[in-house]
């Protein structure tokens, strides 16, 4: 059981390029959410999914699309980098019908745009 | 939607002190609030969660309160450890919904020896 996890670790791009950012969880979980961490802002919500095949649009969505082909992935895209989107994206997923709804995070993705 | 705010942004404490962090939120709606503890480069790992139907829930040294009336909740940290030092984030959502979860800017907590 490796809980969540995400892919890949760090990555640096430049200004206009695209990139996926992957996380998988095998927990079983219903709703997996995708969220950024800048100093001094906490956690901000980029988009969530609370089923296979639904996406929802957060707190800071632009820039930003998602996808949830299928329940343990949540894919989050970036079409075209900007400096402003270099943060740390960190991965959740949650709804354990036995559990609530605690959410347990993945262990981080560090991206830097140039 | 919900607004959680957090106090203090950073907090020092001797070993063995207490120490309390507060947020508030806005949504009397929400009904779940969990804390999570995020040490440096790490994940946020869950250390306590509270659900509105109590007002206090303890583990060891850690404990959290919950006055529904007024709308916040606190963490408090007894007998403080240097371990213990890490950044603390509150958040707000409502159980069974999957609903976004809102989190509060983070406690810079750092427990001197």
């Given at each position: 059981n490796a809980g969540v996890t995400q892919t890949p670790k760090f990555r640096v791009l430049k200004t206009g390029q695209s990139m996926t950012l992957l996380c998988a969880q095998d927990?079983?979980?219903?709703y997996m959410y995708w969220y950024r961490q800048d100093p001094g802002m906490g956690l901000r919500l980029i988009h969530y999914s609370v089923g296979e095949g639904t996406t929802a649009k957060g707190e800071v969505p632009d820039g930003y699309n998602v996808s949830r082909?299928?329940?343990?992935n949540f894919l989050l895209g970036l079409e075209s980098a900007a400096p402003s989107q270099t943060s740390v994206y960190f991965c959740a997923s949650s709804y354990d019908p036995r559990g609530g709804d605690t959410q347990y995070f993945g262990p981080g993705t560090r991206l830097t745009v140039l | 939607g919900e607004n959680v705010e957090q106090h203090p942004s950073t907090l020092s404490v001797q070993e063995g002190d207490s120490a309390v962090i507060k947020c508030t939120y806005s949504?009397?709606?929400?009904n779940y609030f969990p804390w999570y503890k995020q040490e440096l480069g790490k994940r946020p790992q869950l250390i306590i969660d509270i659900r509105s139907n109590v007002g206090e829930k303890k583990d060891q040294r850690i404990a959290v309160t919950l006055n529904k009336t007024a709308k916040h909740f606190s963490l408090h940290i007894t007998?403080?450890?240097?371990?213990?030092s890490a950044v603390y984030f509150c958040a707000a959502s409502k159980l069974y919904t999957g609903n976004q979860f809102y989190f509060g800017t983070g406690t810079s907590l750092t427990v001197i020896p």
């Open positions: 927990m079983n979980h219903e082909l299928k329940k343990q | 949504d009397s709606a929400s007998e403080t450890q240097p371990e213990d």
